[in-house]
Every structure is written in structure tokens, then in C-alpha cells.
């Protein structure tokens, strides 16, 4: 079965570029995440859209950081002017979420290892 | 705003031992969820098992299990029988129950520890 796909799997990128990390969700899951994880740290989180709803943007770091998502499809997330310390994994992950009950599990992506140089 | 802490960096068992992972939380909500998730090399999260803060029933999972105890806030996860597969980064998450607004929705995770399975 189909589950959270993120792609690049890898990104390798010179400082001050700009750089989409892409997310497909798993088919009907209406929540969608984005986390990052720097490495030998826990998951940060970054943004969380839920449906048609505005999404809850308070972890992103700073303005350089930007996500979309169309409907109940796909994510993308944009960083701009790369600096160093955004490197980290970039994990996405998709859930199924009805009413105001939060009972379903969060399936995670392999994320995108994003290195700036 | 809640917090996740695990306190144990590293920890390491012998194969086909049992071993004990630990975390604790600070929330001021009643109704909430509790995780532990795997993180392999592969860096995929993998969902090991789940607590319901109502449900007094520590949650099991084959050789996973947790021992949950509510009014201390700990949230410790056995794994028995251990195996090599079992290798891995494993993360203590908690999340709140009931949804008013999108802010209580996401996965709090602790740092980690990091458990290595000896042959």
C-alpha cells in the first residue's frame, strides 16, 4: 500500500538558493505535517494543515520558510536564501482526522536530507 | 505549553533481554495521547504503540509495552525479548485529545535515545 512519499530523498545545496522539499500523503488523510529534525535532536515541528482549514503555521523559524498544500494532496515546502542551519531531515507525515476528537496515528515519510553548503 | 523528556541519551541490552526506556511529560490537560515511535537508519517513524490518558490499561504491543503512570506523568516503554531489529532511535511523543483549535494538534516529541541491541 501507499504511504507517505517525500521527495528529494536527498538534497545538496549551496548557501543563499532557494530549495521545495515535496510531500504526497497517504489517499483521504485530511492533516498533514511538517517537521524538522536536526541531526541527533528530537522532531521539531514546522506547519500543520488540516482540510480546508488555515493552516497552523507557528513553528516555522523564520520568513524564509514557506508551505503550500492544494485541497487534501500534496505539500510542498519552500526554504529560501539557504543558510547552514537549515541543514536537517525534513519529515512529513499525514493522518486521518474527523471531528474535534485527535485519535488518529501520524504516518511518517522517509524525509528529505537537506545539506547546505 | 507541553513538554516531553527523555532522559536517557543512549542505552544498550544484550539480545533477548529486556530493557526500559523512559519519559516523562508535563501537561496541565486531562485527556491527551501518548506515543513511541522507532526511527530506524531508514530515518522512516514508526509507530510502536499508543496510551489513551483515560484507559487505566497500560497499552501492549507483542514484546512492546508501556507502563503508564498518570499522576507522575511517566510514560516508560519495555521492550522484551530483545532483538537486533529492534536497533534504533526511539522517540516519546504526546499530543492533546480534544481539538479546539489546530495549535493542540501537533505530535510533542522528546529527544530520544538512541537503544543498540548487543549479540
Known amino acids: 500500500g501507499a504511504g507517505v512519499s517525500q521527495s528529494p530523498s536527498n538534497k545538496v545545496t549551496e548557501k543563499g538558493k532557494d530549495v521545495e522539499l515535496r510531500c504526497d500523503p497517504i489517499s483521504g488523510h485530511t492533516a498533514l505535517y511538517w517537521y524538522r529534525q536536526r541531526l541527533g535532536q528530537g522532531l521539531e515541528f514546522l506547519i500543520y494543515f488540516q482540510g480546508n482549514s488555515a493552516p497552523d503555521k507557528s513553528g516555522l523559524p523564520s520568513d524564509r520558510f514557506s508551505a503550500e498544500r492544494t485541497g487534501e494532496s500534496v505539500s510542498t515546502l519552500t526554504i529560501q536564501r539557504t543558510q547552514q542551519e537549515d541543514s536537517a531531515v525534513y519529515l512529513c507525515?499525514?493522518?486521518?482526522?474527523?471531528?474535534?476528537?485527535?485519535?488518529?496515528?501520524?504516518?511518517f515519510g522517509n524525509g528529505t536530507r537537506l545539506t547546505v553548503t | 505549553a507541553q513538554t516531553v523528556t527523555q532522559s536517557q541519551p543512549e542505552m544498550s541490552v544484550q539480545e533477548a533481554e529486556t530493557v526500559t526506556l523512559s519519559c516523562t511529560y508535563d501537561t496541565s490537560e486531562s485527556d491527551y495521547y501518548l506515543f513511541w515511535y522507532k526511527q530506524p537508519p531508514s530515518r522512516q517513524m514508526i509507530l510502536v504503540i499508543r496510551q489513551e490518558a483515560y484507559k487505566q490499561q497500560n497499552a501492549t504491543e507483542n514484546r512492546f509495552s508501556v507502563n503508564f503512570q498518570k499522576a507522575a506523568k511517566s510514560f516508560s516503554l519495555k521492550i522484551s525479548d530483545s532483538q537486533l531489529g529492534d536497533a534504533a532511535m526511539y522517540f516519546c511523543?504526546?499530543?492533546?485529545?480534544?481539538?479546539?483549535?489546530?495549535?493542540?494538534?501537533?505530535?510533542?516529541f522528546g529527544q530520544g535515545t538512541r537503544l543498540t541491541i548487543n549479540p
Open positions: 511523543a504526546y499530543r492533546s485529545g480534544i481539538t479546539i483549535s489546530t495549535e493542540a494538534q501537533k505530535l510533542v
Open positions: 507525515a499525514s493522518s486521518l482526522e474527523r471531528g474535534s476528537r485527535v485519535n488518529s496515528p501520524l504516518h
